[in-house]
């Protein structure tokens, strides 16, 4: 059973940096593609970055990109996401989740929730004006 143990949260102020990871727990991480979600109070999940199981292929959603890099390192099996100049509505709970890729492939990677198999419980960001 795969797990997933987000860490790296926490209270910063707004133009601050963050950096979220993300360990996984089988050695079959280099068969994943992984992304991150977030979900803000009231709001539904969405979207933020996802990258694939060589690191080719990226995805970002259009209100991080330029800000947020999304890295892997498959020896360590830990997917990493460094937040620069964050802003209030940043503010939510950071989800990573894994995507077994059935058919190999060096670049794909999925924005939709639905296509992740497994997924972290999550690690709060919050970020102040």
Known sequence: QVHLVESG???VQAGDSLRLSCLFSERTFSSY?????RQAPGKEREFVAALSTTGVGTEYADSVKGRFTVSRDNAKNTVNLQMNSLKPEDTAVYY?????VVVPSGTYVSTKSRSYDYWGQGT???VSS
């Not at 593609?33 to 979600?37: D, H, Q, Y």
């Open 9 to 11: 949260g926490g209270l």
């Open 33 to 37: 593609a992984m992304g991150w979600f």
């Open 96 to 100: 990573c989740a894994a995507d077994l």
């Open 124 to 126: 709060q960001v919050t």
